[in-house]
């Protein structure tokens, strides 16, 4: 009746009206008043049918598109940044449109490292040509005075394995290498290879015969060589990355991005990828890692999760551990170059490099958290130490523990949480070019706006300070009136303490400050705005019992409002989409039974042996 468009929905195409009424059906039942219920719906319908509309390439996610007839079959396409890919009605791939910002957020980082690792890549290949020039004017030489063994043999072992590479072809960089172990679609992959300069191939892998033929139907659809651009392979990830280990074989980056916990994963990938290489690693199950399920993050990531204020770079931190600890198994170590908390997903980006004496400061850069359960207060316990003398350097365990029984502001006990990860989560340098690199294109993402202020607030953020705490939480356990931002950040900086947002969080507060100061601070705000009275043997009452040591000034700091709060930039995430979040997990087609299709099957498990490369 309102002439709404036709809209799919569980494979069937509703108006949009139908569609609004099967989502408020419940809501219908228990209403009490028509006229606002159905006010209530056009305003529904009205935000569908804007989210809905379809946006040409780079300018977001397309979900209703038109239907198209490919290779015998009716598709919608579906376009989000340079790619358009066929959508099956049934839904048997796979799909999350919402992850929009996901994958920007990866072509932005892989724009930039690609230009980093081609400028590395030909440094590297710059030497090689010269120690070969060397080798072979040594050759020269020593056939001149006929006896080139002698000249080897004099040159040492070095030049002796330069020498060896004289017959070698030229080496030359020819690109960057991608594995998406796991591609469902084969989005990700066909705007990788579109958007991304300096690309070799891509290898779009699924052990899902049905996401494989999605994939390869998407490649060509997008007029992609799947021989050569961007290669579907049905494999399972995990036996894919290990027959990649080798030196040669290994890819330049490796992207995760399963369904739940990339744990599984993360032996075989910290082998495959490059030295230098960069792992991309998403993890969507943050119910286990903000704190719900602590035994079944420490069964997954080796980590004891606790649901506090800061849980979300928690979470962050405890995937890093968990990279970290399966690239130490392998002499290997990680460098975080940016490592996000997003909506209901985190994302980290590591590169991995190999070196025997650097994994042996993983305890040092490994810590134990107390975290207390009445006011919140939080102590970092670092496993290990690391003593320089001279030319020695000395591999300790640390000393501790850095709390006593109880804790020393409210006399509350401590959960103890980790391991995790203690060092930088990110690299300023990294991260600003990244933002350069959006703010150099515009236009081309559909989330630009969000990328810009979340990459903004990343770059403020005390790369050195782990976790935070935050204005709610703080003033919720001293049944205070909650400071602004301005007011608490100003408290600290007038003392003479850095201070700084989160990205994981719009009421974060990331300081240097210890937690008795962080506390001090706010009983200097209690001062300045009583709290009723209480019970005595409540937490807040055993908090402000004590006076503050400083009474601190809480006038306004020039650095109070960060920049990008100050600019009016798009810092964090509103919902963009009714019912958005993780969606269901991709079905599969039912296997046959015993006695039925066994041709098909053993054809199936044959193909498996021989995955396409």
């Not at 392998?330 to 070196?355: A, E, G, L, N, Q």
């Not at 005390?462 to 205070?480: E, F, H």
Request: glycine letters at 8%; hydrophobic letters at 40%.
């Amino acid at each position: 009746t309102l002439g709404c468009p036709r809209v799919p929905l569980g494979g069937v195409r509703y108006t949009l009206w139908q569609r609004v009424s099967l989502s408020a059906r419940p809501l219908i039942r228990g209403a009490g008043s028509r006229p606002l219920l159905a006010a209530s719906a056009r305003r529904m319908a009205s935000k569908l049918a804007a989210a809905e509309q379809p946006a040409g390439p780079g300018k977001g996610v397309s979900v209703v598109g038109k239907t198209v007839t490919f290779q015998g079959a009716e598709y919608v396409e579906v376009t989000e940044g340079t790619a358009t890919i066929l959508f099956p009605a049934g839904g048997e791939v796979f799909y999350n449109p919402v992850q929009e910002f996901n994958r920007d957020l990866s072509i932005a980082v892989l724009s930039h490292f690609s230009a980093v690792w081609a400028a590395e890549q030909q440094t590297l290949l710059a030497k090689r040509a010269a120690a070969r020039a060397r080798a072979e004017a040594r050759l020269a030489s020593a056939a001149a005075d006929g006896d080139p063994a002698a000249a080897v043999e004099s040159a040492g072992p070095a030049s002796a394995s330069d020498a060896e590479r004289v017959d070698d072809p030229p080496e030359r960089y020819e690109g960057m290498t991608i594995l998406e172990a796991l591609s469902a679609t084969g989005l990700r992959a066909v705007r990788y290879f579109n958007e991304i300069q300096g690309l070799r191939s891509v290898i779009a892998n699924d052990m899902s015969p049905e996401a494989v033929a999605a994939i390869r139907r998407n490649v060509l659809y997008n007029k992609l060589d799947p021989s050569a651009q961007v290669t579907p392979n049905e494999d399972d990830a995990t036996a894919l990355m290990y027959r990649h280990r080798g030196k040669t074989d290994r890819f330049a980056v490796v992207d995760l991005d399963p369904y739940g916990s990339a744990g599984p994963f993360l032996d075989s990938a910290v082998q495959a990828v490059e030295e230098g290489g960069l792992l991309c690693v998403t993890c969507t199950d943050m119910a286990v890692l903000a704190g719900n399920h602590g035994e079944a993050c420490f069964a997954k990531y080796g980590s004891m999760s606790i649901r506090t204020a800061h849980c979300k770079e928690m979470a962050v931190r405890i995937i890093l551990h968990s990279i970290a600890s399966a690239a130490a198994r392998f002499k290997r170590y990680i460098v975080p170059v940016m490592s996000t908390s997003i909506d209901f997903y985190c994302r980290v980006f590591v590169r991995v490099y190999t070196s025997a004496a650097e994994v042996k400061k993983a305890a040092s850069k490994t810590a134990l958290l107390y975290n207390c359960t009445g006011c919140h207060a939080y102590h970092l316990q670092r496993l290990g130490r690391v003593e320089v003398q001279g030319k020695s350097t000395k591999y300790k365990a640390a000393i501790g523990p850095t709390v006593g029984p109880k804790c020393a502001e409210c006399g509350g006990s401590f959960h103890l949480g980790g391991p995790l990860w203690a060092e930088p989560i990110h690299d300023r340098e990294f991260v600003a070019s990244v933002l350069d690199g959006v703010q150099a294109k515009p236009g081309k993402f559909g989330t630009e706006q969000r990328l810009i202020g979340f990459l903004s607030v990343i770059g403020e953020e005390l790369v050195d300070q782990p976790l935070y705490y935050t204005a709610p939480a703080l003033s919720g356990r001293a049944n205070c009136v909650t400071p602004s931002l301005v007011d608490i950040r100003s408290g600290l900086l007038n003392a003479g303490y850095q201070v700084s947002s989160s990205h994981a969080d719009k009421d974060a507060l990331k300081t240097d400050a210890s937690a008795d100061v962080m506390w001090d601070v706010m009983r200097s705000w209690t001062k300045l705005h009583p709290v009723k009275k209480m019970p005595a043997d409540s937490t807040a009452a055993r908090l402000l019992a004590k006076d503050p040591k400083v009474q601190h000034s809480f006038e306004r700091h020039p650095d109070a409002n960060p920049k990008s709060r100050a600019s009016g930039i798009s810092r964090f995430q509103q919902n963009p989409l009714p019912n958005w979040g993780p969606k269901a997990r991709a079905k599969r087609k039912k296997q046959p039974q015993d006695g039925e299709g066994d041709t098909e099957v053993k054809e199936a498990e044959s193909k498996k042996l021989k995955p396409e490369t």
